[in-house]
């Protein structure tokens, strides 16, 4: 079965600081792999997704996440952190569906806080 | 801007009572879809709907019932409430023509006391 594993519950780093949220992902074919941020009292926002091709891929915010097949892993980076980036973070991957679509399988979240 | 909006944003009420909860859409999309969000689960799909003809059950639709009224408004009933279904409840939309992205609302934090 599809499942979506994030190690860390919570994660603080100083604004400034590098980032990186892990995501390991259990799916028997090549997924398809998304990273969502969600702000306090706000929907869930899609930072990147990841179909095929160039394992590194570009999102909005500044972030960029890396698939690595031999690790099953999807992980979520960010250069320098913004006080503005502390929100929680879902990783989930797309299992094809009927015709075209895909289902989202989420994973339980990570909580970014940021120290001034 | 186009937009996926639901209303209540937040319902406190008792068990056994009936509550729905909505979903509008301005986007345009056929897809629409319930999510419910429990703390160190992630979201977990309720209903989906490809089109106003075609609901289909998610993997957690017990306890739970939709309507797809309209193209742009798709309802989240909880017949008789229960204090285990206390959660924050997610609309959202999606298209073919824009690779089935799913555009999410707001939430509803429901509490069933």
């Known amino acids: 079965a599809q499942s979506v594993t994030q190690p860390d519950i919570h994660i603080t780093v100083s604004e400034g600081a590098s980032l990186e949220l892990r995501c390991n992902y259990s799916y028997g074919a090549t997924p398809y792999l998304f990273w969502y941020v969600q702000s306090p009292g706000q929907g869930l926002q899609l930072l990147l997704k990841y179909f095929s091709g160039d394992t590194l891929v570009q999102g909005i915010k500044g972030f960029e996440a890396e698939f690595k097949r031999s690790q099953s892993s999807f992980n979520l980076r960010k250069p320098s952190v913004h006080w503005s980036d502390a929100a929680e973070y879902f990783c989930a991957v797309g299992a094809p569906w009927m015709d075209s679509s895909y289902k989202l399988i989420f994973g339980s979240g990570t909580r970014l806080l940021v120290r001034p | 801007d186009a937009d996926v909006t639901q209303t209540p944003r937040n319902r406190i009420t008792k068990t056994g009572k009936r509550i729905m909860l909505e979903c509008s859409q301005t986007?345009?999309?056929?897809?629409m879809y319930w999510y419910r969000q429990d703390p160190g689960l992630g979201l977990q799909l309720i209903y989906y709907s490809f089109d106003v003809k075609d609901i289909n059950k998610g993997e957690i639709s017990d306890g739970y019932s939709v309507s797809r009224q309209a193209q742009a408004k798709f309802s989240l009933s909880l017949e008789s409430a229960i204090p285990n279904q206390t959660a924050l409840y997610f609309c959202?939309?999606?298209?073919?023509?824009?690779?089935?992205?799913?555009?999410f609302g707001p939430g509803t934090r429901l509490t069933v006391l």
């Open positions: 986007k345009g999309h056929d897809r």
């Open positions: 959202a939309t999606s298209t073919p023509a824009l690779g089935n992205e799913q555009f």
